[in-house]
C-alpha cells in the first residue's frame, strides 16, 4: 500500500553515515521554508514520538550489551511505525514538508548491509515499519569514514557507534548501493566542504519538488 497518492505534502528523509553532517543540513532546509511560508515538520528516526523517543534510549544506549541483530530490527521499525502514523502521515496529509533524520534506508545500510541480516527481510520489516509510505526524495550525505567517524564519536559515543568503523564503512557501501539502485528517489550529496556548500548541493537535489527552492541561494 502506498499512501503518497493521497497526500499533498513533501516526504524529504536525510540519510548517511553517523556524522555525515545531514541534521545540521535539515535544520538549514527547516529555516529557509519556513522562512518561506511553508509548514516545515523536523523529524528524527527513531524518535520524534513519546514512545519512539524511549525506544530510541534502548536503541542508543552504550550500556545496553548482547542485543540481537534481530531485536535492533524490530525496535527501529516498532520506533519507525509510531512515528509514521502519529506524525508523518498527518502531517503529509496537511501539506507540510516533512524531513526525517533518516528512515527505511538507514535500516537496509545499518541493519541488511551492516549487521548482515536477510535483505529481503530487512525489506519486509522496512514495510512495515514505513507503514508502506515511500519517500519522495532521499539525501544521502556522503564523506570517507576516517572523517565522518572522527566527527560522530568527538563529544561521545552511543551503542551504533560502538560497532566501529569496519561497520561504518559497510553502511557507507550499504547507502551507495540504495542510491545507483534508485537514483530518482535517492542523491548523493558529497558531505565536504562548508555546511552552506553542502547546503546549496542539497537543495539542488530538492528543487524540483519545492518550488520555494527554485530561488537561487542568497
Ligand atoms: P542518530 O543520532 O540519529 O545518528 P547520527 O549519529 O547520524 O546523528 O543515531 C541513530 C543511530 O541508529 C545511527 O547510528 C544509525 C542507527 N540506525 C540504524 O542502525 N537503523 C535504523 O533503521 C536507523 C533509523 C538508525
Given at each position: 500500500?502506498?499512501?503518497?497518492?493521497?497526500e499533498?505534502?513533501?516526504?524529504?528523509?536525510?540519510?548517511?553515515?553517523?556524522?555525515?553532517?545531514?541534521?545540521?543540513?535539515?535544520?538549514?532546509?527547516?529555516?529557509?521554508?519556513?522562512?518561506?511560508?511553508?509548514?516545515?515538520?523536523?523529524?528524527?528516526?527513531?524518535?520524534?514520538?513519546?514512545?519512539?523517543?524511549?525506544?530510541?534510549?534502548?536503541?542508543?544506549?552504550?550500556?545496553v550489551?548482547?542485543?540481537?541483530?534481530?531485536?535492533?530490527?524490530?525496535?527501529?521499525?516498532?520506533?519507525?511505525?509510531?512515528?509514521t502514523?502519529?506524525?508523518?502521515?498527518?502531517?503529509?496529509?496537511?501539506?507540510?514538508?516533512?524531513?526525517?533524520?533518516?528512515?527505511?534506508?538507514?535500516?537496509?545500510?545499518?541493519?541488511?548491509?551492516?549487521?548482515?541480516?536477510?535483505?529481503?527481510?530487512?525489506?519486509?520489516?522496512?514495510?512495515?515499519?514505513?507503514?508502506?509510505?515511500?519517500?519522495?526524495?532521499?539525501?544521502?550525505?556522503?564523506?570517507?569514514?576516517?572523517?565522518?567517524?572522527e566527527?560522530?564519536?568527538?563529544?561521545?559515543?552511543?551503542?551504533?557507534?560502538?560497532?566501529?568503523?569496519?561497520?561504518q564503512?559497510?553502511?557507507?557501501?550499504?547507502?551507495l548501493?540504495?542510491?545507483?539502485?534508485?537514483?530518482?528517489?535517492?542523491?548523493?550529496?558529497?558531505?565536504?566542504?562548508?555546511?552552506?556548500e553542502?547546503?546549496?548541493?542539497?537543495?539542488?537535489?530538492?528543487?524540483?519538488?519545492?518550488p520555494?527552492?527554485?530561488?537561487?541561494?542568497?
Open positions: 500500500m502506498s499512501t503518497n497518492q493521497a499533498q505534502g513533501v516526504f524529504i528523509t536525510l540519510e548517511g553515515v553517523d556524522g555525515s553532517g545531514k541534521s545540521t543540513k535539515g535544520r538549514m532546509l527547516g529555516e529557509e521554508l519556513t522562512a518561506k511560508g511553508r509548514e516545515v515538520v523536523l523529524l528524527r528516526d527513531p524518535g520524534s514520538t513519546a514512545i519512539s523517543e524511549r525506544i530510541r534510549e534502548i536503541l542508543l544506549d552504550p550500556e550489551e548482547n542485543m540481537s541483530s534481530e531485536c535492533e530490527l524490530m525496535l527501529f521499525e516498532a520506533a519507525r511505525a509510531q512515528l502514523r502519529e506524525l508523518i502521515i498527518p502531517a503529509l496529509e496537511r501539506g507540510a514538508v516533512v524531513v526525517c533524520d533518516r528512515y527505511c534506508d538507514s535500516t537496509f545500510a545499518y541493519q541488511a548491509v551492516g549487521r548482515g541480516l536477510d535483505e529481503e527481510l530487512v525489506r519486509t520489516a522496512n514495510a512495515i515499519g514505513s507503514c508502506g509510505l515511500t519517500p519522495d526524495r532521499t539525501i544521502v550525505f556522503d564523506l570517507e569514514i576516517d572523517e565522518s567517524f566527527r560522530a564519536t568527538r563529544h561521545g559515543t552511543d551503542r551504533m557507534e560502538l560497532s566501529g568503523e569496519s561497520f564503512a559497510r553502511v557507507r557501501e550499504g547507502f548501493r540504495i542510491a545507483a539502485e534508485e537514483p530518482q528517489r535517492v542523491r548523493v550529496v558529497n558531505s565536504h566542504g562548508e555546511k552552506i553542502v547546503y546549496a548541493r542539497m537543495r539542488e537535489e530538492l528543487k524540483d519538488l519545492i520555494e527552492l527554485s530561488e537561487e541561494l542568497a
